[in-house]
């Protein structure tokens, strides 16, 4: 459920190093355990003469020593070689997943319960102008308006507790050279193995672009909505030229037996109408 390869990383590593631990502590109970109790069974049947006993005895400690020692070493040895091939597939297995989520245009992120960064792709450098590393030293506070606090603050509440929402928004973001930035977010919960949730997750898309062509069109919309006849068309070029922040705007109609010539109905040419042409 969560994006964070890192801690899932440090999670599985801690695991199989306490699966190892405890692998060769049982085994060298049971070993030295059964070994305690055959060998002071079988040095009375060799001998009971107590210095012969006790020699035995220093000889058997000794040998078993050896023998364990030898058998830790092979164990261990397999077992780190096995776990080496297991790092090493799990290791490129995670660089293939970081770079497709390094690569990808849309900021893939994660944050915890009290609203701090503690994930963030390289899309996320790249929208907000700050290094990732100081990224992850910030919280969405310091990025995101104050006029979008109370959105996040209820919809952080709401996911806390537990709530049915929608998982897609829209708001704004401070970019670090202080423009502002729309976005629009899908988010998701991260849980732990026992249900609870730690961390929430999100992909972050910009639409800018988006709004600022809504806005345009508004704009358009109104400006021309009291126009009729050739004066719609030319309030509607002289709009869209200032909308679109261009110098020059035209509409026109298919004209010609083929109609393979366009007729102008206006043109705005920077400052002023200009004559209609094919």
Same mark, same amino acid.
């Given at each position: 459920?969560?994006?964070?390869?890192?801690?899932?990383?440090?999670?599985?590593?801690?695991?199989?190093?306490?699966?190892?631990?405890?692998?060769?502590?049982?085994?060298?109970?049971?070993?030295?355990?059964?070994?305690?109790?055959?060998?002071?069974?079988?040095?009375?049947? *060799?001998?009971? $003469?107590?210095?012969? +006993?006790?020699?035995?005895?220093?000889? %058997? =400690?000794?040998?078993?020593?050896?023998? &364990? #020692?030898?058998?830790?070493?092979?164990?261990?040895?397999?077992?780190?070689?096995?776990?080496?091939?297991?790092?090493?597939?799990?290791?490129?297995?995670?660089?293939?997943?970081?770079? *497709?989520?390094? $690569?990808?245009?849309? +900021?893939?992120?994660?944050?915890?319960? %009290? =609203?701090?960064?503690?994930?963030?792709? &390289? #899309?996320?450098?790249?929208?907000?102008?700050?290094?990732?590393?100081?990224?992850?030293?910030?919280?969405?506070?310091?990025?995101?308006?104050?006029?979008?606090h109370q959105l996040l603050k209820e919809?952080?509440?709401?996911?806390?507790?537990?709530?049915?929402?929608?998982?897609?928004?829209?708001?704004?973001?401070?970019?670090?050279?202080?423009?502002?930035?729309?976005?629009?977010?899908?988010?998701?919960?991260?849980?732990?193995?026992?249900?609870?949730?730690?961390?929430?997750?999100?992909?972050?898309?910009?639409?800018?672009?988006?709004?600022?062509?809504?806005?345009?069109?508004?704009?358009?919309?109104?400006?021309?909505?009291?126009?009729?006849?050739?004066?719609?068309?030319?309030?509607?070029?002289?709009?869209?030229?200032?909308?679109?922040?261009?110098?020059?705007?035209?509409?026109?109609?298919?004209?010609?037996?083929?109609?393979?010539?366009?007729?102008?109905?206006?043109?705005?040419?920077?400052?002023?109408?200009?004559?209609?042409?094919?």
């Amino acid at each position: 459920r969560g994006i964070d390869v890192f801690f899932q990383r440090k999670l599985w590593m801690h695991g199989k190093i306490l699966k190892i631990a405890l692998r060769t502590a049982l085994i060298y109970g049971v070993a030295g355990s059964l070994w305690i109790f055959f060998s002071d069974r079988l040095v009375p049947l *060799i001998s009971t $003469n107590l210095e012969v +006993v006790t020699d035995l005895d220093s000889f %058997k =400690g000794i040998f078993f020593i050896l023998v &364990t #020692a030898v058998l830790l070493y092979l164990w261990l040895s397999r077992q780190l070689r096995r776990w080496e091939k297991e790092v090493t597939a799990r290791q490129r297995a995670e660089n293939e997943v970081k770079s *497709i989520l390094d $690569n990808t245009r849309d +900021v893939i992120f994660q944050i915890d319960l %009290k =609203g701090n960064y503690i994930y963030g792709n &390289t #899309a996320a450098e790249r929208l907000t102008g700050y290094p990732l590393s100081q990224l992850l030293q910030m919280s969405m506070w310091q990025l995101v308006p104050p006029e979008h606090h109370q959105l996040l603050k209820e919809r952080l509440r709401r996911r806390i507790a537990g709530e049915a929402m929608e998982s897609t928004f829209e708001f704004e973001i401070r970019h670090h050279d202080g423009h502002r930035v729309w976005l629009e977010l899908t988010t998701s919960g991260v849980f732990d193995p026992a249900e609870k949730l730690t961390a929430i997750q999100g992909v972050a898309r910009d639409i800018s672009e988006r709004k600022r062509a809504e806005d345009a069109l508004r704009s358009v919309m109104v400006a021309t909505a009291a126009a009729t006849g050739e004066e719609f068309f030319r309030t509607l070029v002289q709009h869209l030229a200032t909308a679109l922040d261009v110098r020059y705007a035209l509409v026109g109609e298919p004209a010609g037996p083929a109609r393979e010539v366009v007729r102008t109905l206006a043109v705005w040419a920077g400052d002023r109408f200009v004559e209609n042409f094919d």
